[in-house]
Structure formats: structure tokens, C-alpha cells
């Protein structure tokens, strides 16, 4: 099979993710439930872990990087707890249903006002909206930094810096981006950012979570155990403990740490390079063909290692399905839950198929892949 479905989740992980999950199961107790050796080693691993995501999201804090099973828990959490009843709140056209509908119910339970920043016939967002929909009570800024449908990376640091500039809290989006796209909090002006650890960062499923700048207040979304404090009533106050109710995914998040790892020993940007140059090497393959279309700006070099097409009037799904059954290529149809953006692209009936690289990902597999698409759009 030619896994060409890393948008949804990377399946092939470095060695090294899946030797640590192993060692974990096999030697990890409870983090803050004990002071015995195991339950030392598990608090220990997940605190490395904190360390090595604050260091590659520039989060000045360690302790405020919170763990979660995905990005659309961490999503969540922040959304439900950072913004005020009654608050304005701008949006864009590009986002997933994991900020969409965290949204969508904010606006029905707690009056919610909702922009959104909208998209053009290809994706691409006009950076002047933003300022345009600001009002008096404006209250939080929400995106994505990389669309999971056509690519577009957005400006976060010209948005951040907007934000900042009026006093707006900023939460960002960033499944797409972890892992092969440099971003840096502080820089970008980011107040919260969401993370998984399954697609770009390499690491298991069931791992994610968000990084707090120092000062912004979340509500907890869950009380529990925490293992510190128990004879309070309620979830103890400080980060990351607020937030991370229950027992962690400590096995999961070994895994992580050693994708992190990983990461850095082979060096982020050229990772993301790597992926690109394989998602252009494919686009420029398929893209001069009369019978499909490709959706997205193509224009900049710079954009997630993802390429959405259709072939003629095809369902996406019959087209994947043919992909999987006569080629053994593993895509994703549908609506990839961006139902915005199929709607600014004109695929709300359609879909698209999804062709989405990662570092372990080949050039001969694409070519592959370009081969299987020319002779679908002949048939």
C-alpha cells in the first residue's frame, strides 16, 4: 500500500516512536500517583516531553504545555474555556469542524457572535478582513495555520501581530503544521495553540494537546484526579494540572517525545522541504490534465504537502475507492470535515480526494500516485 493519507495520520513512525511506546508499556507506573521508581519514570518522561514541545513551539513554559488525547480535545478545552459569554469572536472559511462546531455551540449556549474571514474561489484568504470584521468586542481570533483541504498556509504571525496589537486573544490551529512548519508563540503573537501528535509530529494516536502563553486564563473543561491536591473541591488552579484531569496517555506521549526527538535530530524544515517537494512533484503531474481539477493557489512553493483534486463529474469517494482497489494507494474523499471550504470551492456535492505526504513518503510513489491519477482521468 502507498500511504498517501498523512493529513488524517502519518502511519509509518519513526523507529524509534514505536520501541518507545513499547519500553513504556512495559515500564511505566502512574506519573504524580507515587514516588516509586515507575510512577518516577512515567512523571519524568512526560515532563522531558513538555520541555521538548515548549522548545519547538517557543512556549516560554514548560508547564504551561497541557496535554490532551488530539487537537480536537485541546480545540475544545481552549475554545469552551478562553472565551466570554456574549464575545465576538472572527473565524475563517478554512477551518476544520473541530473549531467550527466547538464555535457553532458557543454562538447557540452562551450568545456568541460569529464572523468568519471568507475564502476565495481557490482557498486563499484576504489578510485585510481581518481588521475589517474587528469590533469593540472583539473578544478571540480562531484559525487554522494550515488548511487540510488545499494547503494554504496561512499568515499567522501578520494575524498575531494584529491581535496582540488589540488586545484579542489568538488561538491557533496547528494540526497541519506541527511537525514540518517552524512556529515560534512568542513571534507569531499566539496565545494558545493546539496541537495533535499523530500526523506531522510522527508520534502515536491518542496524543495532542496546547501550548498557554503565560497570563491567559482557560476554565477547565474536565475535573478529576489530578494526584495533587485532592482535598480541594475543585480542579486545582495551576498549569498544566488545571487542564489535565485524570490519568495520562504516559505510553502514547513516550512515543511522542521520541518523535520530537526525531524531529530535531533530523531537522524540521528539511522534513517539511522533503514533503513539499513531493506534493508539488505530484501536482505538477496531474495538474496539466484537461479532465481534473485541482483546488488550491499552486502559485507559492510555500503550502501543506497537500493536493486536492477531482477527476471530471466522479464521486471523490468512487475515485479513492478506485486508488485503494486497482492501485493500492490510500487517499482520503469526502468532505475531510472543512465544510466551509467545500463551500467556497464549489465541492459541497463532490467532495475531493486528498493526496497528503509525509516524510516517509517517495518519489517513486508519487510518480506512482501521477501515473494512477492520468489513467483514471482517461478512462
Known amino acids: 500500500m502507498i500511504y498517501l493519507d498523512n493529513a488524517a495520520t502519518t502511519l509509518r513512525k519513526p523507529r524509534e516512536v514505536i520501541d518507545a511506546v513499547v519500553s513504556a508499556m512495559q515500564s511505566m507506573g502512574n506519573a504524580s500517583r507515587g514516588a516509586h521508581d515507575e510512577a518516577l519514570h512515567a512523571s519524568r518522561i512526560i515532563y522531558d ?3 521538548a514541545l515548549a522548545e519547538l513551539f517557543g512556549c516560554s513554559r514548560p508547564d504551561h504545555v497541557v496535554f490532551t488525547c488530539n487537537s480536537t480535545e485541546a480545540l ?3 475554545i469552551q474555556g478562553a472565551i466570554r459569554t456574549g464575545a465576538h469572536v472572527i473565524s475563517t472559511d478554512l477551518e476544520h469542524n473541530s473549531v467550527l462546531r466547538p464555535l457553532y455551540r ?3 449556549e452562551r450568545g456568541v457572535l460569529l464572523d468568519f474571514v471568507p475564502a476565495d474561489r481557490s482557498g486563499k484568504l484576504d489578510y485585510d478582513d481581518f481588521e475589517r470584521l474587528i469590533r469593540p468586542d472583539t473578544g478571540a481570533i480562531v484559525c487554522t495555520h494550515v488548511s487540510n483541504l488545499t494547503g494554504e498556509i496561512v499568515d499567522i504571525g501578520r494575524i498575531g501581530k494584529l491581535a496582540r496589537e488589540k488586545g484579542i486573544l489568538f488561538i491557533v490551529d496547528a494540526s497541519q503544521s506541527a511537525g514540518s512548519i517552524p512556529i515560534d508563540m512568542e513571534k507569531m503573537g499566539i496565545d494558545i495553540l493546539c496541537f495533535t501528535g499523530h500526523k506531522g509530529l510522527m508520534g502515536p494516536q ?9 497570563g491567559v486564563e ?7 484526579g489530578s494526584g495533587v491536591q485532592s482535598y480541594r473541591h475543585r480542579q486545582p488552579e495551576e498549569y498544566p494540572t488545571r487542564l489535565e484531569a485524570g490519568t495520562l496517555n504516559a505510553h502514547g506521549l513516550a512515543g511522542l517525545n521520541a518523535a520530537v526527538e526525531y524531529i530535531r535530530r533530523t531537522g524540521l524544515e528539511k522534513i517539511g522541504e522533503k514533503e513539499r517537494s513531493l506534493a508539488r512533484r505530484f501536482y505538477e503531474g496531474v495538474a496539466d490534465l484537461d479532465s481534473v481539477k485541482v483546488y488550491g493557489d499552486f502559485s ?3 503550502r501543506g504537502p497537500v493536493v486536492a483534486l477531482n477527476i471530471r463529474d466522479y464521486d471523490s469517494s468512487e475515485v479513492s475507492d478506485a486508488l485503494s482497489q486497482d492501485y493500492g494507494i490510500a487517499t482520503r474523499p469526502g468532505a475531510h470535515c472543512a465544510p466551509r471550504m467545500h463551500e ?15 516524510w516517509f513518503n517517495t518519489e517513486e510513489e508519487t510518480d506512482t500516485a501521477v501515473r494512477a491519477v492520468r489513467e483514471l482521468a482517461d478512462e
Open 106 to 108: 458557543l454562538q447557540e
Open 49 to 51: 516531553t513538555r520541555c
Open 218 to 224: 482557560i476554565h477547565p473543561l474536565k475535573e478529576g
Open 344 to 358: 467556497a470551492l464549489g465541492t459541497t456535492g463532490q467532495g475531493a480526494v486528498r493526496f497528503s505526504f509525509s
Open 206 to 214: 491518542g496524543t495532542g494537546g496546547m501550548c498557554v502563553r503565560e
Open 76 to 78: 475544545n478545552i481552549a
Open 300 to 302: 507559492t512553493q510555500y
